[in-house]
Each structure stands twice: as C-alpha cells, then as structure tokens.
C-alpha cells in the first residue's frame, strides 16, 4: 500500500483493500476516510466492506464519496469535520490519492496558507496548482462568491 504524507497526521493512499486494514492499525492510523464512490469499485472493495474491516480493527471509518465529475461544498465540509474531530492519524483513499488530496488542500482553504497547501501535496508527488487562485482568495477572506 502506497500512504503518502500530507502532514503529521493526514496520508492519502489509492484505493484500499480489507486486507490492508490490519497493516494501517498496525501503523498508528486511527481514521479511514474513503473519498471513493461504490460504483467505481467492485463489491469487494466498497465502503461497506472496508467499514465492517476498519471497525473490526478499531478504526473510525468515515465514507465521503468525490465523484471524477467534481467535488461538492457538502465534499469539502464533510472531509473538515472529519478531520477537526480526528486527534490521531487519518488515511484517506480514493483511486489513486488524487482526490482525497483535492478535497484536503479545499478542506483547509482559509486555514493553511496556500503555500503550505500547495507544497505539503506537492511533496506527496500531487499537483493543487489548479486550485491555488481559489486558495488564495480564501486565505485573502473572500468567499467567492
């Protein structure tokens, strides 16, 4: 498995399997967020299977479906409740750690400067360039909108 470091306490991973979750507790990870919606996967890789695993092992398990058509404002407040509530290590998973590192880098708009955004995905080999006028207008207070 393939868990990038955003942060201290935030990795993103692609797409997870049951077996995983052992190696995850294993590792300190306390949260799962799954950022991948059911019919991109087969069953056995569905958010109801991994829950039942991470729960199992003693792992919080939030479901947050990002579709490839785009994220939600329902995306972006859930993943930060999610993670204003988490005190240890969180994974989120999509496909290919790619979304889960969008609605992270949106999630914290206003709250990290841009720049560490920007870096903290960059490190972790993702690319936010597209959102950083969006970043920045936020961290400049305007809501856009």
């Known amino acids: ?14 797409q997870i399997a049951v077996e995983d979750i052992p190696a995850l507790a294993e590792a300190g990870f306390t949260r799962i967020i799954c950022n991948r919606p059911d019919e991109e996967v087969p069953p056995e890789l569905q958010a109801d299977a991994l829950r039942a695993a ?23 407040a859930l993943q930060q409740d999610a993670l ?8 989120a998973y999509c496909r290919s750690g790619t979304r889960s590192t969008f609605v992270w880098g949106l999630a914290n708009a206003g709250v990290l400067a841009p720049e560490t955004i920007l870096t903290a995905a960059a490190e972790a080999g993702y690319d936010l360039s ?7 207008a936020q961290s400049q207070g305007d809501s856009g909108g």
Request: no cysteine; net charge negative.
């Open 1 to 14: 498995m393939d868990a990038r470091k955003i942060t201290d306490s935030y990795f993103v991973a692609p």
């Open 54 to 76: 991470a729960e199992a092992a003693g792992l919080a398990f939030v479901l947050n479906p990002v579709s490839n058509a785009g994220m939600t404002p329902d995306n972006i």
């Open 84 to 91: 204003a509530t988490e005190t240890g290590k969180t994974l």
């Open 130 to 136: 597209p959102i950083q006028p969006y970043l920045e």
